[in-house]
């Protein structure tokens, strides 16, 4: 901030937030403001704030000609601040509303349409229209079902290339994931089949941030005169050696000819080198646990105390975004874990190559199959759709997502589909870090595409009442200590073992 005000700059948040500041202190201002505009037109209202509420209100306080377009149905960025109540209120907040409701689809089939109408009608809070198809009612819906992520993938990989040799162009055929985590298993399935891909609005899985800092990590364990992972991974986490005391190690390796970690053992920690008592120090345990992990005869040894010697996902836990980067290193250590069971002798060193031979291969052609989390996918349609992870706790998510929102973002994955939609459901999947057994996702029974009994999934309907014992598959056994009513579910704060979670009714069961 302080920045910006010496510079006279502003930030996208400054925009509205000093444009309301303005508008609210200053009425005559406003007036004048709203008499320069007849006319207001505002597209995607489904998506606005309160902010941006607030000047439209301001902007409209001597005239309401103001039309809005928005579907309340596709409305999924509660997480960046938007209200869904801002378009379900709109004939409330202004006078003479004509509602204009535009339900004829030119995009997609009957099938298609049916399953998205037949999922969005169990939410309640919707304005409500019903999508009306103006094509043919087209190839039934398909559902794949798996024994985990791996076969997942190789079936959609095999899926995909018979449809790129049937002349198919890559362009119209689209992968979606509600957990970009999920895309690894796509990812590696489509390099070992050779097929081009892009993830749109995301990194590829092994080009993540954290995926790479401990990829690193690993590489300096096998070798530890790699000076790039040294350099990548030596204050992350934070170790007090910052930009100066690095230089000053490199000068000195480089007059003693010697790698950096060397360096940093040869000077004892960095005396002489490193600035400050804490850096040494933090220097010290940085090298012992590096040999600590290197003197590990098999890998599994290395994977099972990283983590506890380095600390590596409490670093990204405190980021903005560090329940996402979690997920993505959970998903990373499982698959690792997973290779390791196939093959209990693969080598720490057999491990990283195949992940090199992974990541590094270069994607030069533009047509390629797109990869892309369904939030990504808002306003983009593709012939050919597969949707993966159409799994309980993972779509969707557990606990504190919003059950309606979740269901509109569902919808908008179905409607990405013009011709052909598969979805994807798994017996398992790796879910925070260990390998769980799931079940197919309510919204498959919601839309009609399968019913109560092949859904196999045993959906709670008994009411819980404060005390209850409940069951959930992945944190076990806890003491229901609140119960709230959330649309047509119920919300349980859960105690298990003194770790309180927010989970919805539907994902546990009662203990006795």
Avoid at 116 to 123: E, G, K, M, R
């Amino acid at each position: 901030e302080e920045y910006l005000l010496k510079q006279n700059f502003v930030d996208f948040d400054d925009l509205l937030l000093l444009s309301n500041l303005i508008l609210e202190n200053d009425i005559n201002f406003a007036k004048e403001q709203s008499l320069l505009y007849n006319y207001i037109t505002v597209d995607e209202y489904q998506d606005t704030n309160t902010l941006q509420y607030k000047i439209l209100k301001n902007l409209c306080c001597m005239h309401e000609n103001i039309t809005v377009v928005g579907d309340d149905d596709q409305s999924i960025y509660s997480w960046r601040g938007a209200k869904i109540e801002n378009i379900l209120n709109f004939q409330n907040d202004f006078k003479n509303v004509k509602l204009v409701k535009l339900e004829q689809n030119y995009r997609s089939v009957g099938t298609i349409l049916q399953a998205a109408n037949n999922l969005i009608s169990h939410n309640e809070q919707r304005l409500g229209k019903t999508l009306i198809c103006t094509k043919d009612t087209g190839e039934n819906i398909k559902i794949l079902k798996n024994e985990n992520e791996k076969d997942e993938g190789l079936y959609i990989a095999q899926e995909v290339k018979k449809l790129l040799n049937s002349g198919v162009e890559a362009k119209e055929i689209a992968i979606l994931f509600r957990v970009n985590a999920l895309s690894r298993a796509i990812e590696e399935a489509f390099m070992k089949k050779q097929i081009s891909y892009k993830l749109l609005s995301g990194m590829r899985f092994y080009e993540r941030l954290e995926i790479k800092d401990l990829i690193s990590y690993l590489r300096l364990i096998l070798n530890p005169s790699d000076d790039l992972s040294f350099k990548r991974i030596i204050n992350r986490p934070k170790r007090s050696i910052g930009e100066k005391a690095l230089k000053n190690l490199e000068e000195y390796a480089k007059k003693r000819q010697i790698s950096l970690f060397d360096a940093l053992c040869e000077s004892d920690g960095g005396v002489g080198i490193l600035t400050t008592k804490k850096a040494q120090n933090e220097a010290n345990i940085f090298i012992q646990n590096i040999h600590t992990l290197k003197s590990y005869d098999n890998a599994k040894k290395v994977f099972d105390n990283i983590e506890e010697l380095f600390k590596i996902k409490d670093y990204f836990s405190e980021q903005d975004d560090g329940d996402e980067r979690i997920r993505n290193l959970d998903e990373f250590y499982a698959n690792l874990r997973e290779k390791l069971k196939e093959d209990p002798k693969a080598s720490l060193e057999d491990l990283l190559s195949e992940i090199s031979l992974l990541s590094d291969q270069d994607n030069l052609d533009e047509e390629c199959v797109c990869l892309m989390s369904i939030h990504a996918s808002k306003g983009l349609e593709f012939d050919y759709v597969f949707i993966i992870g159409f799994d309980e706790g993972f779509f969707p998510l557990n606990s504190e997502e919003n059950l309606e929102e979740e269901r509109r973002l569902a919808y908008v994955g179905i409607t990405r589909a013009k011709k052909f939609l598969t979805i994807s459901v798994a017996n398992s999947r790796f879910y925070h870090g260990s390998r769980a057994n799931i079940n197919p996702s309510r919204f498959l029974e919601e839309s009609k595409l399968i019913n109560e009994k092949s859904k196999n999934q045993n959906i709670q309907k008994t009411s819980f009442c404060k005390g209850d014992l409940v069951k959930h598959k992945i944190f076990g056994i806890g003491r229901v200590v609140e119960v709230n009513k959330s649309g047509k579910e119920e919300k349980l704060n859960i105690n298990f073992g003194g770790i309180m979670r927010v989970i919805m009714a539907s994902f546990v069961e009662k203990a006795v």
